[in-house]
Protein backbone atom coordinates (compact mmCIF):
# COMPACT_ATOMS: atom_id res chain seq x y z
CA UNK A 1 0.00 0.00 0.00
CA UNK A 2 1.02 3.11 -1.00
CA UNK A 3 0.74 5.89 2.33
CA UNK A 4 2.13 8.81 0.60
CA UNK A 5 -0.55 8.37 -1.93
CA UNK A 6 -3.32 9.88 0.92
CA UNK A 7 -2.84 13.81 0.01
CA UNK A 8 -5.27 16.19 3.12
CA UNK A 9 -6.57 19.60 2.39
CA UNK A 10 -7.78 21.69 5.15
CA UNK A 11 -8.42 24.66 6.32
CA UNK A 12 -10.92 27.24 8.11
CA UNK A 13 -14.64 28.31 6.42
CA UNK A 14 -14.42 30.66 3.84
CA UNK A 15 -10.80 30.66 2.99
CA UNK A 16 -11.27 28.94 -0.73
CA UNK A 17 -10.12 25.41 -0.17
CA UNK A 18 -13.11 23.98 -1.94
CA UNK A 19 -13.12 25.94 -4.81
CA UNK A 20 -8.62 25.06 -4.87
CA UNK A 21 -9.59 21.77 -4.35
CA UNK A 22 -12.04 21.50 -7.57
CA UNK A 23 -9.37 23.30 -9.16
CA UNK A 24 -6.76 21.18 -8.68
CA UNK A 25 -9.12 17.98 -9.04
CA UNK A 26 -10.56 19.06 -12.85
CA UNK A 27 -6.95 19.53 -13.49
CA UNK A 28 -5.86 16.06 -11.94
CA UNK A 29 -8.82 13.42 -13.14
CA UNK A 30 -7.00 10.59 -11.76
CA UNK A 31 -6.94 12.44 -8.35
CA UNK A 32 -9.76 9.96 -6.13
CA UNK A 33 -12.07 12.55 -3.84
CA UNK A 34 -14.04 9.89 -1.66
CA UNK A 35 -17.86 11.39 -0.72
CA UNK A 36 -17.98 11.68 2.51
CA UNK A 37 -20.97 11.10 5.24
CA UNK A 38 -22.64 14.13 7.00
CA UNK A 39 -25.76 14.31 9.59
CA UNK A 40 -26.82 17.87 8.16
CA UNK A 41 -29.45 17.81 5.13
CA UNK A 42 -29.15 18.38 1.51
CA UNK A 43 -28.50 21.45 0.55
CA UNK A 44 -30.68 22.36 -2.53
CA UNK A 45 -28.89 20.98 -5.59
CA UNK A 46 -26.81 18.57 -3.41
CA UNK A 47 -27.27 14.86 -4.65
CA UNK A 48 -26.86 11.95 -2.21
CA UNK A 49 -24.14 10.09 -2.87
CA UNK A 50 -22.56 12.67 -5.29
CA UNK A 51 -21.76 15.56 -2.44
CA UNK A 52 -22.24 13.64 0.55
CA UNK A 53 -23.90 10.50 2.30
CA UNK A 54 -26.52 11.97 4.33
CA UNK A 55 -27.42 9.59 7.13
CA UNK A 56 -29.23 10.72 10.69
CA UNK A 57 -27.45 11.39 13.55
CA UNK A 58 -28.34 7.43 14.80
CA UNK A 59 -26.80 6.04 11.63
CA UNK A 60 -24.05 8.48 11.64
CA UNK A 61 -23.30 7.28 15.40
CA UNK A 62 -23.41 3.61 14.31
CA UNK A 63 -20.58 3.73 11.78
CA UNK A 64 -18.78 5.34 14.45
CA UNK A 65 -19.16 2.81 16.94
CA UNK A 66 -18.48 -0.06 13.89
CA UNK A 67 -14.99 1.84 13.72
CA UNK A 68 -16.21 2.66 9.88
CA UNK A 69 -14.53 6.26 9.60
CA UNK A 70 -10.75 6.87 9.23
CA UNK A 71 -12.03 10.38 10.70
CA UNK A 72 -14.89 12.12 11.78
CA UNK A 73 -15.65 15.68 13.42
CA UNK A 74 -18.54 17.79 14.17
CA UNK A 75 -18.49 21.28 12.76
CA UNK A 76 -21.40 23.50 13.72
CA UNK A 77 -23.32 21.27 15.04
CA UNK A 78 -23.32 18.55 12.15
CA UNK A 79 -21.11 15.22 11.91
CA UNK A 80 -18.83 14.59 9.15
CA UNK A 81 -17.00 11.43 8.29
CA UNK A 82 -14.51 9.69 5.78
CA UNK A 83 -15.05 5.82 5.73
CA UNK A 84 -12.17 3.83 6.52
CA UNK A 85 -12.93 1.09 3.96
CA UNK A 86 -13.15 3.33 0.88
CA UNK A 87 -9.80 5.03 1.35
CA UNK A 88 -8.44 1.62 2.39
CA UNK A 89 -9.84 0.28 -0.69
CA UNK A 90 -8.56 3.02 -3.14
CA UNK A 91 -4.81 3.02 -1.41
CA UNK A 92 -4.46 -0.33 -2.25
CA UNK A 93 -5.32 -0.02 -5.83
CA UNK A 94 -2.50 2.41 -6.33
CA UNK A 95 -4.81 5.95 -6.03
CA UNK A 96 -4.07 9.32 -5.16
CA UNK A 97 -6.46 10.06 -2.45
CA UNK A 98 -7.34 13.62 -1.63
CA UNK A 99 -9.23 14.27 1.62
CA UNK A 100 -10.57 17.77 2.65
CA UNK A 101 -11.31 17.53 5.82
CA UNK A 102 -10.81 20.06 9.05
CA UNK A 103 -8.05 19.93 11.02
CA UNK A 104 -9.55 17.61 13.37
CA UNK A 105 -9.66 14.71 10.42
CA UNK A 106 -6.97 15.82 9.29
CA UNK A 107 -5.00 14.64 13.09
CA UNK A 108 -6.77 11.51 13.10
CA UNK A 109 -5.77 10.69 9.76
CA UNK A 110 -2.01 11.34 10.05
CA UNK A 111 -2.15 8.76 12.84
CA UNK A 112 -4.08 5.88 11.23
CA UNK A 113 -1.11 7.14 7.68
CA UNK A 114 1.82 9.08 8.83
CA UNK A 115 3.02 9.34 5.61
CA UNK A 116 -0.11 11.51 4.31
CA UNK A 117 0.81 14.74 3.09
CA UNK A 118 -1.25 17.60 4.29
CA UNK A 119 -1.66 21.17 3.58
CA UNK A 120 -3.51 24.17 5.19
CA UNK A 121 -5.08 26.88 3.52
CA UNK A 122 -4.64 30.06 5.49
CA UNK A 123 -6.12 33.56 4.62
CA UNK A 124 -4.07 36.15 3.75
CA UNK A 125 -5.58 37.93 6.80
CA UNK A 126 -8.30 37.56 9.69
CA UNK A 127 -10.01 40.81 8.80
CA UNK A 128 -9.56 39.39 4.96
CA UNK A 129 -11.41 36.15 6.20
CA UNK A 130 -14.31 37.61 7.43
CA UNK A 131 -14.97 39.96 4.51
CA UNK A 132 -15.15 36.74 2.56
CA UNK A 133 -17.56 34.96 4.60
CA UNK A 134 -19.69 38.22 4.39
CA UNK A 135 -19.30 38.75 0.59
CA UNK A 136 -20.73 35.21 -0.10
CA UNK A 137 -23.98 35.90 2.07
CA UNK A 138 -24.72 32.05 2.79
CA UNK A 139 -24.47 33.10 6.98
CA UNK A 140 -25.94 35.63 9.03
CA UNK A 141 -23.84 37.89 11.55
CA UNK A 142 -24.62 35.57 14.24
CA UNK A 143 -23.33 32.23 12.23
CA UNK A 144 -20.54 34.40 10.97
CA UNK A 145 -19.40 34.91 13.97
CA UNK A 146 -19.48 31.24 14.99
CA UNK A 147 -17.48 30.71 11.97
CA UNK A 148 -14.78 32.80 12.93
CA UNK A 149 -14.63 31.22 16.43
CA UNK A 150 -13.93 27.84 15.22
CA UNK A 151 -11.44 29.54 11.95
CA UNK A 152 -9.05 30.78 15.02
CA UNK A 153 -9.14 27.70 16.50
CA UNK A 154 -8.32 25.75 13.40
CA UNK A 155 -5.52 28.28 12.13
CA UNK A 156 -3.93 27.62 15.56
CA UNK A 157 -3.17 23.54 14.48
CA UNK A 158 -1.20 25.16 11.31
CA UNK A 159 1.99 24.00 12.77
CA UNK A 160 0.63 20.67 12.42
CA UNK A 161 0.98 20.73 8.08
CA UNK A 162 3.32 19.86 6.16
CA UNK A 163 2.78 22.73 3.77
CA UNK A 164 1.27 26.31 4.43
CA UNK A 165 -0.61 27.90 1.51
CA UNK A 166 -2.02 31.27 1.53
CA UNK A 167 -4.95 32.27 -0.59
CA UNK A 168 -4.30 35.34 -1.27
CA UNK A 169 -4.28 34.90 -5.37
CA UNK A 170 -6.19 32.04 -6.28
CA UNK A 171 -4.57 32.05 -9.45
CA UNK A 172 -0.82 31.98 -7.17
CA UNK A 173 -2.70 29.93 -4.48
CA UNK A 174 -3.37 26.43 -6.99
CA UNK A 175 0.02 27.06 -8.74
CA UNK A 176 1.52 25.84 -5.10
CA UNK A 177 -0.57 23.65 -3.86
CA UNK A 178 -0.24 21.81 -7.17
CA UNK A 179 3.38 21.85 -6.64
CA UNK A 180 2.64 20.20 -3.61
CA UNK A 181 1.10 17.45 -5.04
CA UNK A 182 3.69 17.17 -7.70
CA UNK A 183 6.47 16.95 -4.82
CA UNK A 184 4.63 14.62 -2.61
CA UNK A 185 4.86 12.23 -5.16
CA UNK A 186 8.50 12.54 -5.82
CA UNK A 187 9.05 11.36 -1.86
CA UNK A 188 10.99 7.99 -1.89
CA UNK A 189 7.89 6.22 -0.04
CA UNK A 190 5.60 6.68 -2.79
CA UNK A 191 8.37 5.86 -5.09
CA UNK A 192 9.61 2.64 -3.74
CA UNK A 193 7.39 0.25 -5.48
CA UNK A 194 8.11 1.62 -8.62
CA UNK A 195 12.05 1.72 -7.60
CA UNK A 196 11.71 -1.59 -6.78
CA UNK A 197 9.95 -2.76 -10.38
CA UNK A 198 12.19 -0.85 -12.30
CA UNK A 199 15.54 -2.11 -10.15
CA UNK A 200 14.57 -5.37 -8.80
CA UNK A 201 17.88 -5.62 -7.58
CA UNK A 202 17.14 -3.43 -4.47
CA UNK A 203 14.52 -5.22 -3.69
CA UNK A 204 15.16 -6.63 -0.24
CA UNK A 205 18.18 -3.97 0.64
Known amino acids: MNLSSLFVVSGPSGVGKTSLVKALTDSNPALVCPVSYTTRPPRPGEVQGVNYHFVDADKFQQMVGNDEFLEHAQVFGNRYGTARQTVQQQLELGKTLLLEIDWQGAAQARKLFPDATTVMILPPSIKGLRQR ?19 TQELSHYGDFDYLIINEIFDAALIELESVLAVSHLRSCALADEVKRLLPELDGL
Do not use: K
Open 133 to 151: LQNRQQDDEETIEQRMLEA
